[in-house]
């Protein structure tokens, strides 16, 4: 194959990760797996997004933790550094710079209409300016490093948007300097549900995470809400939030079985937590070594960032070379 036909065939897929706490199993399903998937095939490249973080108010130490935690548990759950450009956003500079540049770019209108924006402050949050300008800074991130596409959650097509909007105008200012992007809606994942039975989310504080500790982690399981059926009779399995769990941790043929469980009777929604809480424990388990390692050797765990920096920089200081040209910042 020619190497301009591979380079067309290529697809380069970025997006940006928030340090924001501990990883849960909806995460994981929603996001981390098919970002793992996605390196077999195309170029990756993934950055734990701290300056974003600090627009939600985390920082100090806590924002330090969190970011090599997120690292951690990314490195453990498959993001390859051989495959992937894994860095952190603060480690390439030029990101701040373009963000500036954008600016110039961005409409008012365009930022005061953020969902994203508009819903913390119905919901009373005092609004800084970062929290406002954190579309700018998000289509530097996405704008800096050319992606074809910009896997996202429904939650930020309206970013992405933004950063079409803001590449085009400056695009017919300058000439064809900045790659819009396509973003794609991961539709094909199932939202998965909490404890509760809503969608899993830190919010709702109706996690299950990957990485907790082993009784904690059957506690938890065993508070998921569920019908109340006697012991003998048969339950449904179709609705149950401890089956909608367990399915994402099945083959064809232990599903069935599982089904068959629920139908048969006999056995109470206890005993189908219980099996929950193993298959997980067992799922997750190649994961928890590899973060046993990496906990151990957060020295190696830098080595990688730094080591990512480096090639996202390689790309970074290119296209902000144009970009200083261009609009008269190199002079
Ligand atoms: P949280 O709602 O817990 O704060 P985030 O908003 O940080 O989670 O989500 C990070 C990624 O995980 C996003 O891509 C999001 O779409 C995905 N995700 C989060 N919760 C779920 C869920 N319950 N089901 C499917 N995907 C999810
Ligand atoms: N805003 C995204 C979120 O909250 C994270 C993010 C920051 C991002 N910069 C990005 C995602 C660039 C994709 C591309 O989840």
């Not at 997004?49 to 600090?54: D, S």
């Not at 296209?319 to 261009?326: A, D, F, G, L, N």
Request: aromatic share 10%; with cysteine; charged share 25%.
């Amino acid at each position: 194959m020619s190497k301009n036909i591979r380079k067309y065939i290529i697809m380069r897929l970025l997006t940006g990760i928030q340090p924001s706490g501990d990883l849960h199993i909806g995460n994981y399903f929603g996001s981390i797996k098919q970002m793992v998937e996605a390196q077999k095939s195309g170029e990756t490249l993934a950055f734990i997004a701290n300056y974003h973080a600090m627009s939600s108010g985390n920082g100090g130490e806590k924002l330090a933790n969190l970011t090599m935690q997120t690292a951690t548990d990314f490195l453990s759950l498959g993001i390859d550094p051989q495959k992937s450009t894994f860095w952190v956003q603060s480690d390439v500079k030029e990101v701040l710079e373009l963000y500036w540049i954008l600016s110039s770019f961005t409409p008012m209108g365009l930022l005061e209409r953020a969902h994203s924006y508009k819903d913390k402050i119905a919901k009373g949050i005092n609004a800084n300016h970062s929290l406002f300008s954190y579309p700018v800074l998000m289509a530097a991130d996405i704008l800096l490093f050319s992606p074809d596409i910009v896997p996202v959650g429904k939650d930020q097509i309206q970013h992405v948007e933004i950063a079409r909007d803001i590449a085009i105008k400056f695009n017919n200012e300058y000439g064809d300097i900045l790659k819009v992007p396509e973003f794609k809606i991961q539709e094909d994942v199932a939202t998965v549900p909490g404890t509760d039975g809503q969608k899993m989310s830190k919010s709702y504080g109706n996690t299950v995470n990957i990485f907790g500790e082993e009784k904690k982690q059957l506690k938890i399981i065993k508070k998921i809400v569920t019908e109340n059926v006697a012991m003998e009779e048969p339950k449904e399995f179709e609705g149950c939030n401890v089956y909608n769990m367990a399915k994402l941790f099945l083959d064809k043929n232990e599903l069935v079985s599982l089904q068959n469980r629920y139908l048969s009777g006999g056995e109470g929604h206890g005993h189908f937590k219980l099996y929950l809480a193993e298959v997980m424990w067992t799922y997750f388990n190649e994961y928890r070594v590899k973060r046993e390692y990496y906990i151990n050797n957060q020295d190696e765990v830098r080595d990688i960032l730094s080591n990512g920096a480096k090639k996202a920089s390689l790309i970074a200081l290119e296209k902000i070379e144009k970009i200083r040209t261009v609009t008269g910042i190199r002079y």
